[in-house]
């Protein structure tokens, strides 16, 4: 659809001024001062974020676990002077929580961002927290945009259509494989359900699991196929691949207003469906 550059709020500004853009939030911004978690209790899906429902139901799904020696636990916990948790409903890290070499060990250090966290270790049951990430402005017009795509893949065609995504935000899950060879199924690995990453992250990923980012031949929602995260796919979350996409605009010159459009490299098939902007 069509829309305008700019929108304006209600103080003669902006939507966005004065507020922070996502990809320069800082590393690690949910361990740092102000980040601000909320109690779900013994759901782990999140709240103010979109999660399948399958996830909820599911307890062989990897959850991200934060461990008593965690700064990130001690802070949830919040111990009486008894030690036991006190769990509150919210909480706001009011300093940047100290990670020395040994805490770095961490789940949570290793990871782009948190949707929601579990704290079972020491409880009667695992209690979740989600993860609310402070107001940030993201651009819809950037460089070095990388193709995402949500779906299986059969056939070298891809189901579902693909975007151009920020590589710099983490939106997306890896796809990985061991080799370009069309006889290649890609997998999609994770350290919690559901995680997004960094295009960065991604590589990360992959190359942790002995592979490569991909740009893949073939995706099926099939653990034994395609890795030990890949529920979802079809409608839950998307993936990068390796390959570009160029964000482009458009103009109605009676109007002036502009719209986003999107060019995706094709799949292996030689199809390139693209989301409505």
């Given at each position: 659809g069509m829309m305008c550059s700019q929108k304006n709020n209600l103080q003669d500004g902006y939507i966005g001024d004065h507020v922070a853009l996502c990809e320069d939030l800082p590393d690690k911004h949910f361990l740092r001062k102000g980040a601000t978690y909320y109690a779900l209790g013994s759901k782990p899906n999140p709240e103010f974020q979109h999660d399948s429902e399958a996830f909820r139901e599911n307890p062989d799904y990897l959850r991200l676990r934060?461990?008593?020696s965690s700064?990130?636990?001690?802070?949830?916990?919040?111990?009486?002077?008894?030690?036991?948790?006190t769990l509150p409903s919210?909480?706001?890290?009011?300093?940047?929580?100290?990670?020395?070499?040994?805490?770095m060990l961490g789940d949570e250090y290793a990871v782009d961002t948190i949707r929601t966290i579990e704290l079972s270790v020491g409880l009667a049951?695992?209690?979740y927290y989600e993860y609310v990430r402070q107001p940030c402005v993201e651009l819809s017009f950037f460089d070095n945009a990388k193709k995402a795509t949500q779906g299986e893949i059969k056939s070298n065609n891809i189901i579902g259509p693909s975007f151009c995504g920020n590589p710099n935000l983490s939106i997306a899950t890896p796809m990985c494989a061991s080799s370009d060879s069309s006889q290649t199924i890609s997998k999609i690995y994770c350290h919690y359900q559901g995680e997004r990453v960094t295009?960065?992250?991604?590589?990360?990923?992959c190359a942790a699991?002995?592979?490569?980012?991909?740009?893949p031949w073939e995706v099926r929602e099939s653990k034994s196929k395609s890795g030990p995260c890949v529920d979802g796919v079809n409608s839950s979350f998307h993936s990068w691949a390796n390959a570009w996409c160029s964000v482009q605009?458009?103009?109605?010159?009676?109007?002036?207003?502009?719209?986003i459009v999107n060019e995706v490299e094709p799949d292996h098939a030689g199809a390139a469906q693209v989301e409505p902007q």
């Open positions: 934060v461990l008593p700064p990130l636990y001690a802070k949830l916990c919040a111990s009486d002077t008894n030690g036991e948790c919210k909480v706001v890290l009011d300093e940047n929580l100290p990670y020395d070499a040994a805490a049951n695992p209690i295009y960065a992250g991604a590589e990360a990923l699991n002995g592979e490569m980012q991909s740009h605009v458009k103009i109605d010159f009676e109007s002036g207003y502009t719209a």
